[in-house]
């Protein structure tokens, strides 16, 4: 059975740094670098240097999962809680 963890090389201040995470956070990550016009790796250094504790892959999940409440919190704002609940994937665009 394959495991959900992918471990993949980043660099991070020069270095190269191997980094853990399930695929759906790398996804998560592409898709946060790729809107806000920046590599990995530079989008990786950010959240490395404003984490207070744990690990890089710990912070790095959380920094995903924050993202994504933030923008629900966010349509749930402009359309109301019902609307994006019947209605997510329209919600998008």
């Not at 409440?69 to 402009?78: H, K, L, N, P, Y």
Request: charged share 20%.
């Amino acid at each position: 059975m394959k495991s959900p963890v992918v471990k993949r090389s980043i660099i991070l201040a020069g270095r190269k740094t191997s980094v853990s995470l399930e695929d759906a956070f790398w996804t998560g990550l592409k898709e946060i670098a790729s809107g806000r016009h920046m590599t990995m790796s530079d989008l990786a250094g950010s959240i490395d240097a404003q984490r207070q504790q744990g690990n890089l892959s710990s912070a790095l999940r959380l920094f995903v999962l924050n993202n994504y409440r933030a923008r629900v919190c966010d349509m749930e704002a402009r359309y109301g809680i019902h609307e994006v609940l019947s209605h997510p994937a329209s919600l998008h665009s």
